[in-house]
């Protein structure tokens, strides 16, 4: 057995180019030990392992004793949820409350099937609950919310196994091509300490799932798994901006608008209901998200820290809008001029970092969030690696600000200052790194000859549109 791809790689440089040359032609490179689904697989289930040992610390077994889960470094919104909302625990509606619940309404119903689940399975839902009915419940549902979401860690690493099963990469020569990336998704830092920090797995998995099949060109499908995704997350709209610049500039403006209506037919199917009976409840969301001030891990909240003083929320909002819109024209233009079409995940990770670097809000589990992007626009050891510590240490500082350790008064808190800054800066080296990757198209990681966009699905290989090619005569 040979690799298909032996003789485009026969002298690349690599590994084996470094202890003795290129692969033989009767060399053997089949086997387990050239699979990544058991190595991709097997990490998975470690860094889950991970993510559950470190929850122990958390679990409270006296309704009269409570932890301190901030040294422990375990916190989770989905047990503080539970506790706090008396509708949630007490088996009303999920949006009940004052306020109304400040999530959309896929992750809403997340949240009421898991309720649903642990009332099956013994837990006391009702309003009569003593304390010790209550913390059983709150620890079944917390239970029950880490098992589902340790499905769509699963889904995640299969779905990006998939992603690279038909990429090609000069360090596997061919075998089984970018697929060996999935390692870098099971065996992530981030993944280790945020998974459980709240539901966000559930819309990274969905962007990814919706990645995959834009890129086996079934562009209504891609768009109806985004719409989902999109009722649990505000970020999956970067998505269709990223798409909505690519397929401008390559002339596909029938599969964006396949996309589109996917999408759009989706989420008014599980919007609609909510918004027609309780519009308050469904506006909730946006209304928190457009009237917050400055927030924990943001630069606005680090300024405000410092001494800054913002004459309301309105401000920070625009300040923040403003900031967006800059980068978003510096983005368009960067896709607009690059020599080569950029990939599709190129774009929406600089989207993602430009919306997160100038939002009001930066929670630690928003890493879930880049991580795909980050291994699939740029697959290199050494920047996801930096990327980790990086979100390393802000998961260790958010906590030791929240604790006390580091917090206002301590005289240490400009240390968390410093790693705020520290965090942005990083990512916004990733962004130069990849910008420079759509510069200088035949230095990225991913591409190299007869290699375009593999996840470009209608997009990978087609030339751009006749406007963009006049554009380039005129400027030629």
């Known amino acids: 057995m040979t690799s298909p791809l032996a003789g485009v790689f026969s002298n690349a440089p690599g590994l084996t180019g470094r202890i003795g040359g290129p692969l033989g032609k009767h060399a053997r490179i089949g086997g387990v030990w050239y699979d990544p689904v058991p190595w991709s697989v097997g990490a998975a289930l470690v860094s889950w392992l991970i993510v559950m040992v470190r929850q122990v610390p ?144 559930l819309a990274v998995m969905l962007v990814s799932l919706a990645l995959l099949l834009w890129a086996r060109r079934r562009p209504i499908l891609a768009g109806m798994v985004w719409g989902i995704a999109c009722s649990a997350k505000l970020y999956p709209l970067l998505l269709l901006v990223a798409l909505l610049l690519l397929c401008a500039r390559a002339g596909k403006g029938r599969a964006f608008l396949q996309f589109l209506a996917g999408g759009l037919g989706v989420w008014l199917l599980l919007n609609l209901p909510l918004l027609l009976t309780d519009a308050t409840s469904w506006s909730y969301f946006y209304v928190h998200i457009a009237t917050r001030g400055a927030d924990l891990g943001s630069l606005w909240y680090v300024l405000q820290l410092a001494g800054v003083k913002w004459s309301g929320p309105l401000v920070v909002t625009v300040l923040e809008i403003v900031c967006t819109a800059l980068a978003g024209v ?114 990225d990681p991913v591409r190299m000859p007869y290699v375009d966009d593999p996840l470009g699905g209608v997009l990978d290989h087609e030339p751009d549109a006749a406007w963009v090619q006049a554009k380039r005569a005129n400027k030629g």
């Not at 970092?353 to 740029?378: G, T």
């Not at 030791?400 to 240490?412: K, Q, Y």
């Not at 400009?414 to 800066?425: P, T």
């Open 330 to 443: 510096l983005i368009i233009m960067e896709v607009l001029d690059a020599p080569r079409r950029p990939r599709v995940p190129q774009v929406m990770l600089l989207l993602l970092i430009a919306f997160l670097v100038c939002s009001k809000e930066y929670a630690p589990q928003y890493a879930l969030w880049l991580l795909p992007l980050v291994v699939l626009a740029r697959p290199k050891l050494w920047d996801i690696a930096v990327w980790s510590v990086s979100e390393l240490l802000y998961f260790l500082a958010i906590w030791g600000f929240l604790g006390g350790v580091i917090g206002p008064g301590t005289g240490a808190d400009r240390l968390y200052w410093l790693i705020v800054v520290l965090r942005s800066a990083v990512q916004i080296w990733i962004f130069i790194r990849v910008v420079q990757d759509m510069r200088h198209p035949w230095d």
């Open 58 to 201: 958390c679990i409270q077994s006296d309704p009269g004793e409570t932890i301190n889960v901030f040294p422990r470094l375990c916190y989770s919104d989905i047990s503080v949820l539970y506790q706090n909302r008396a509708a949630l625990r007490e088996g009303g509606s999920v949006w009940s409350g004052d306020p109304p619940l400040e999530y959309q309404p896929l992750t809403a119903y997340f949240i009421a099937f898991t309720r649903w689940v642990a009332g099956l399975l013994g837990a006391k839902i009702a309003p009569e609950a003593d304390g010790a009915e209550l913390l059983h419940a709150t620890n079944l549902f917390f239970a029950l919310s880490a098992v589902l979401l340790f499905g769509c860690f699963m889904a995640l690493v299969v779905i990006h196994l998939q992603l690279g099963a038909k990429v090609a990469a000069r360090h596997t020569q061919g075998i089984r091509r970018r697929a060996w990336d999935a390692v870098f998704i099971a065996l992530s830092p981030a993944i280790m300490t945020a998974a459980l920090i709240n539901w966000d797995l």
